[in-house]
Every structure is written in C-alpha cells, then in structure tokens.
C-alpha cells in the first residue's frame, strides 16, 4: 500500500506516476499479435487508419476478449482513492504510431488525433476543473522512445487552472519515456500532445479515461454492448462499463442513478 501512496502522492504534485512491469514482454507481444489482427479486420469490414496512427476507439467491441484491459488492479488500487470506488471509464482507444505504406491517403480515420496541445479535463465558467478530477492511462505494448511519437506533456500543468501553462511549448515539455509493460497515469489536467517524430517501429499503446460515476461516457456502453455480455463479465468490469450507473428512464424505474 506503500507503493499505491507514493503514486498518489506523484500524481497530486506532478500529475504523472508511472507503473512499472505492469505486463510481461510475452504478454505485450501476445496483445500486439492480436491487435495487429484487430487492425486488418476493421480496415477490411469498415473504415481505413492513417498512414502515421491507427486508433481504433471502444476496440472491445470488435474482440471482447480484450475487454479485460480496461481493467488493472493496481490502476484500480489508485483511482479508488483519487477518484472513489464507484469510478467508471469514460473512454478508451487502442494506438498505433507507426509509419507504413499504405494507399490510402484520404478519409482516413482519427489520423491525426492527439497531436496538438490540450487536456482532457473541463471547463465550468470559463476555469479548468481542479486536479484530480480525472485520470488518463497508457499501457505500453512497444517502448516509447523519443523517434516513435511517444507523449509529451507540459511538468505540473495540471496545477494551472484558468490559463494555458506558460511552458507549453516543445522545449519547455517532456516525453514519456518506457519500456514496453509499463503503464503511465496522468492527471486529465496535464497538458499533453503526440509527438511528431514518427518512426516506422510499431508503438503500440491503450489510452483510457477515468472519471467519477456521474460524468457522462464518450461513448453509450451499455447498449453498445448489449446484455449478453454484462453476464459475461464480473462486477468491476460491469461498473467501468457504467452497467451500474446509466440514468434510469424514468421515477417509474427507479429513483436513483447509481446502482452497487
């Protein structure tokens, strides 16, 4: 539990903690295996990735087997104390930047997501939410270097609250930097952007977003999912998913939103 307060403790003050060897290198190179096979299966029934980044958002409705990585236990540990326990996600994308040939050059999908400045928090009378609202997580499959569009981030941005950091710019930033199994945690709050150096090295990566159960998901889970598969599913998967925290329809169905 040592260890789950030294990472609070660095996202309060510097809004980044990072988990080391949080997944094995055969574990990352069995995901990236399917992911890779995920990729070609999108492109061939519905829509065309980036010559630069491929992001396929809600990749567990395409395999749901890989649904369980929205989940991890240490990640768990923290938001359950930074956020509370009924945190739900809000959402998440599986990433690739990777220069490849490919022809098709137009109409792409998400191509060029993430690469300027910005943060993923909110804005309420004109002032960013307080830090600790949120948080961002990226699991690393392939090592983030600093050739292959790995993150960069403005140091304690996330303590800035009405205006943009005044060190936002490239020199003023730093890159995350891992090997592969490592996940990094972010404050929503934290100025971010994709790097320009792109290299033709897979670098593989999933990014969720967390949040308190009352914010609304980019995306509606549920019925994305269907019920079927919240049976197949344990209770903490069931809560991220917000299968226990969508609005009920009316007083007639219930009188409360949140459901334990």
């Known amino acids: 539990?040592?260890?789950?307060?030294?990472?609070?403790?660095?996202?309060?003050?510097?809004?980044?903690?990072?988990?080391?060897?949080?997944?094995?290198?055969?574990?990352?190179?069995?995901?990236i295996n399917r992911f890779e096979n995920l990729v070609k299966k999108f492109e061939k029934k519905y829509k065309k990735l980036g010559d630069k980044c491929q992001i396929i958002q809600n990749f567990f409705l395409y395999d749901k087997t890989l649904a369980n990585l929205v989940y991890h236990r240490?990640?768990?540990?923290?938001?359950?104390?930074?956020?509370?326990?009924?945190?739900?996600?809000?959402?998440?994308?599986?990433?690739?930047?990777?220069?490849r040939k490919s022809k098709y050059k137009k109409n792409t999908?998400?191509?060029e997501h993430g690469v300027t400045w910005h943060h993923d928090s909110?804005?309420?009378?004109?002032?960013?939410?307080?830090?600790?609202?949120?948080?961002?997580?990226?699991?690393?499959?392939?090592?983030?270097?600093?050739?292959?569009?790995?993150?960069?981030?403005?140091?304690?941005?996330?303590?800035?609250?009405?205006?943009?950091?005044?060190?936002?710019k490239n020199y003023n930033s730093k890159q995350i930097i891992g090997k592969a199994g490592t996940i990094v945690i972010i404050d929503t709050g934290?100025?971010?952007?994709?790097?320009?150096k792109v290299s033709k090295e897979n670098r593989w990566s999933l990014f969720s977003y967390y949040g308190p159960w009352f914010m609304k998901p980019?995306?509606?889970?549920?019925?994305?999912?269907?019920?079927?598969?919240k049976n197949k599913i344990d209770?903490?998967?069931?809560?991220?998913?917000?299968?226990h925290s969508t609005p009920p329809k009316s007083e007639l169905d219930r009188v409360v939103t949140l459901v334990r």
């Open 1 to 31: 539990m040592n260890q789950i307060n030294k990472h609070i403790k660095e996202l309060n003050k510097e809004g980044i903690t990072y988990i080391y060897n949080a997944f094995t290198k055969e574990e990352c190179k069995d995901y």
């Open 74 to 99: 240490k990640i768990d540990q923290i938001l359950n104390k930074t956020i509370d326990k009924d945190y739900v996600l809000i959402n998440s994308s599986l990433t690739n930047r990777v220069l």
């Open 109 to 111: 999908h998400l191509a």
């Open 122 to 168: 909110r804005i309420i009378g004109n002032k960013r939410l307080d830090k600790g609202f949120g948080f961002i997580t990226c699991i690393m499959f392939n090592d983030f270097k600093e050739n292959n569009g790995s993150t960069l981030y403005v140091p304690k941005s996330h303590l800035v609250r009405n205006i943009k950091p005044k060190r936002y």
């Open 190 to 196: 934290l100025w971010h952007k994709a790097s320009n």
């Open 218 to 229: 980019y995306y509606n889970f549920p019925e994305m999912l269907g019920e079927k598969f």
């Open 235 to 243: 209770y903490k998967l069931q809560k991220l998913f917000h299968y």
